[in-house]
């Protein structure tokens, strides 16, 4: 007797006699060989197809991934700050310095207390590090996808299953799970010197106007998440920004500052210094920057002051 071997690319050999009438254990009725054959074909190409599929899911799920990680790391605050870092270590001793982009490249050196300098310089590499391989693997598995079969990688994630998401649960947080992190983060605050009026808003601080605590108010009503006056490192400069507060949907920090003494001509003119400082450092008004107003004839307006967090946080 003969035997016909039918053999496909990773399956094991199916033997099938000559002129006799199989019956295949998927299905209740006797088979031709003609029809075996087809059968196993189509049963292989299935499983082809669906390995194809789990293939493509697989690579659209890390580009999800990666798109949420470089969203992530390209809010952090650490990448508005100039300069790098240069470390020098000399007789098992290890010296910080601060380089510009001023065609000095030793830098200046950072002392002891201006150690939270180095570390947010030395935050900043890491996180360009990172982001450039992320970036460069997104590129790389967008290619072979043909992005233009595979639809806008920002929708990915919405049309997985939920299987698929629940397998990414561990590392995506969700708005409120992230907004919640964000809010536990620990900061030293400005602090306001002894004898000067403090308000204290809902939430329990301290703050230092009425108008400052009608915001922090407003916000924490709004289930806006806040800090008061947590310290930001710009071009060498310490400075602390009335509020900084969070968008959970999109995940991106602002700085509200709130501008209250404009009939102070000193107070104007410390403002628009703090405004260049700001844009030196990529930190624009209506981009990531966002203010409030009063006057002594123009007090502040809270139904305004709604309608711009409304526009940018909610």
């Known amino acids: 007797m003969q035997f016909v071997d039918l053999k496909m690319p990773g399956q094991k050999v199916i033997s099938t006699k000559r002129n006799r009438s199989l019956k295949m254990p998927s299905q209740?009725?006797?088979?031709?060989?003609?029809?075996?054959?087809?059968?196993?074909?189509?049963?292989?190409?299935?499983?082809?197809?669906?390995?194809?599929?789990?293939?493509?899911?697989?690579?659209?799920?890390?580009?999800?991934?990666?798109?949420?990680?470089i969203s992530y790391l390209e809010r952090s605050s650490v990448l508005g700050r100039s300069g790098?870092?240069?470390?020098?270590?000399?007789?098992?001793?290890?010296?910080y310095y601060l380089v510009q982009d001023s065609g000095d490249p030793d830098g200046?050196?950072?002392?002891?207390?201006?150690g939270e300098?180095?570390?947010e310089l030395a935050q900043k590499d890491y996180i360009l590090q990172v982001l450039k391989a992320a970036k460069s693997e997104q590129e790389k598995l967008l290619k072979l996808l043909k992005t233009d079969s595979v639809g806008a990688p920002e929708k990915i994630y919405d049309h997985l299953s939920e299987e698929r998401k629940a397998l990414i649960a561990p590392i995506r947080l969700s708005d409120e799970e992230f907004a919640r992190?964000?809010?536990?983060?620990?900061?030293?605050t400005k602090g306001i010197p002894d004898g000067m009026p403090t308000f204290q808003t809902e939430r329990g601080e301290l703050v230092r106007s009425k108008s400052e605590m009608i915001i922090a108010d407003m916000m924490y009503h709004m289930g806006i998440p806040y800090r008061y006056e947590c310290p930001i490192y710009l071009s060498g400069e310490t400075i602390h920004p009335d509020f900084t507060v969070?968008?959970?949907?999109?995940?991106?920090?602002?700085?509200?500052?709130?501008?209250?003494?404009?009939?102070?001509?000193?107070?104007?003119?410390?403002?628009?210094?703090?405004l260049f400082l700001y844009e030196e450092n990529r930190i624009f008004p209506g981009e990531n920057l966002l203010f409030t107003f009063e006057s002594d004839r123009q007090p502040l307006r809270p139904q305004l002051v709604r309608r711009l967090l409304e526009k940018y946080l909610l």
């Open 117 to 119: 300098i180095a570390r």
């Open 84 to 95: 790098r870092l240069r470390i020098s270590t000399s007789k098992n001793r290890t010296q």
């Open 181 to 188: 992190k964000w809010s536990e983060q620990e900061y030293q």
């Open 108 to 114: 200046s050196y950072l002392k002891k207390n201006q």
């Open 28 to 69: 209740g009725k006797r088979m031709r060989k003609g029809e075996v054959i087809e059968t196993v074909i189509s049963n292989s190409l299935d499983r082809s197809v669906h390995k194809m599929v789990d293939i493509k899911r697989t690579i659209m799920l890390r580009i999800a991934e990666l798109k949420e990680m």
């Open 246 to 274: 969070l968008n959970r949907k999109e995940r991106k920090e602002y700085y509200l500052e709130h501008l209250g003494r404009l009939d102070d001509p000193q107070y104007c003119a410390d403002f628009v210094w703090r």
